[in-house]
């Protein structure tokens, strides 16, 4: 017997039912996007490593999917280096492309191509798969879809306030309770300054950024071993541990980074973002322990939670004031967010919050009695599609109960019939599938019912 055939680990296949309900989170992201001016653009799955490699910092690049050369990848590698198995070098000899590790660093990689095209502020959304060379477990996969939104070419903080409205209005939309959380890589740096361990912000945020994952007694182990003295350690926890209310916070962290001009810089900027979003009843938690691992945030940095279902992060962004240095355009600021597109699939199953006909494909099913009775349908039909209005005929005039259950099967609503009584008539019989009235109509009345 042939082996049954598989995919990769971490990804997944979504028949019509799923890629419904996909589309209903596109089509809603989509639409608060362009409430907001945001402009739609598209990437190549494949960039150059070149263009990859050192944007995500010592974890990411571990994560990043590469391309084997074309053709004789193995002609420029000679024995020894093969028997010195170095793979760092060798996948820099073999490997000049990879798979897109998140959609930030190739958007950067587009502002700067297209720097004369683009009228600044530019603010873009994209919908595409990513990759990473994770562990795939729950909620987490090799390959999965990002829903960006950004802005670059303005420093103002006004949006990080529009994009933090626009995660609210998404997940108010899909009826889903979230907490959002704020903080300011700012304000990790200067609390570095402060306990005297500048030199070691990565290995901080990166440590603190684990805290829910693997608790504050592994989060230490982990500073420890990253060369934090004890007396450091000491310091940071009354700082990560911080409670209150927003104000209370930020008036106890700017005390704490008096000595710390970029510290008192961040505390500054989120003050001013949590003003005016409480201003607009959009209610943020500032957390000082949220650091989103990503090396290239450099001020304000978002994360969001769904409350009634275990999930990870759903969505995050942050700002980034020179991502595009890395590309030969230095200065350049932007701002953005992503929803994590197969956490929210997740969380919307797990709490089953999809709107009925957000997966209803076809809304009507012709009965095919046979081919005189399909040729006073077709008309029909064409006149019904052309009203916006999804239908099928059955290609096949089979047996009553087989066509019934295929509308079932596909839980179409509604099911017209046409038979001899009906055609004299020009009219059809229109029943309803979950209530089993029917009623016969001319094609006029059926639209309008269909319509409601």
């Not at 739609?40 to 990859?52: K, S, V």
């Not at 793979?87 to 959609?103: F, N, Q, V």
């Not at 001009?261 to 957390?287: S, W």
Request: aromatic letters at 8%; hydrophobic letters at 40%.
């Amino acid at each position: 017997m042939a082996q049954k055939p598989s995919i990769p680990k971490g990804t997944r296949d979504f028949g019509p039912v799923e890629m419904a309900k996909r589309n209903y989170i596109f089509n809603t992201i989509r639409s608060v996007y362009e409430l907001y001016g945001f402009q739609q653009i598209e990437t190549p799955a494949q960039e150059t490593l070149a263009t990859l490699m050192g944007k995500y910092g010592e974890e990411g690049d571990k994560l990043l999917f590469k391309i084997l050369n074309s053709g004789d990848y193995l002609n420029k590698i000679d024995d020894q280096e093969l028997t010195e198995r170095n793979t760092l070098r060798l996948a820099s000899k073999i490997c000049e492309k990879g798979l897109r590790y998140d959609l930030t660093v190739p958007f950067a990689r587009y502002v700067v191509m297209h720097r004369e095209e683009l009228q600044l502020p530019f603010k873009r959304y994209q919908v595409q798969p990513v990759w990473r060379a994770d562990r795939p477990q729950k909620g987490r996969y090799r390959e999965f879809y990002q829903f960006d939104g950004d802005v670059v070419g303005s420093d103002s903080l006004l949006n990080e306030v529009e994009l933090m409205q626009i995660v609210d209005t998404v997940f108010t939309r899909f009826g889903v309770r979230v907490q959002i959380k704020i903080n300011n890589r700012k304000i990790l740096t200067g609390i570095s300054e402060v306990i005297g361990a500048a030199d070691k912000i990565v290995d901080i945020t990166v440590a603190i950024d684990k805290l829910d994952k693997i608790g504050i007694d592994n989060v230490n182990a982990e500073l420890r071993e990253d060369g934090l003295t004890d007396e450091q350690i000491e310091k940071l926890q009354p700082i990560i541990m911080l409670e209150g209310t927003n104000d209370e916070k930020l008036d106890i962290i700017a005390e704490v980074l008096k000595n710390s001009e970029t510290g008192l810089k961040g505390v500054e900027e989120t003050r001013y973002i949590l003003g005016f979003l409480k201003a607009l009843n959009n209610e943020i938690q500032l957390d000082l322990t949220l650091a989103r691992g990503l090396s290239y945030y450099t001020g304000a940095i978002f994360e969001v939670k769904a409350l009634d279902t275990p999930m990870g992060s759903i969505s995050g962004g942050g700002r980034y004031d020179n991502l595009t240095g890395i590309f030969g355009m230095p200065g350049l600021s932007g701002v953005g967010i992503s929803f994590g597109v197969d956490r929210i699939y997740d969380v919307l199953n797990a709490l089953d919050l999809y709107p009925r006909d957000s997966v209803t494909t076809t809304q009507l099913l012709f009965i095919n009695f046979g081919e005189q009775e399909t040729a006073y349908c077709l008309p029909l039909l064409k006149e019904i599609r052309a009203k916006g209005i999804r239908a099928e005929l059955y290609p096949d005039a089979a047996k009553m109960k087989k066509q019934m259950s295929y509308a079932n099967a596909k839980q179409i609503p509604f099911v017209a019939l046409a038979g001899e009584t009906e055609m004299a008539a020009g009219k059809v019989t229109l029943k309803n599938m979950e209530t089993g009235d029917q009623e016969m109509v001319d094609v006029n009345e059926l639209i309008g019912l269909i319509s409601k």
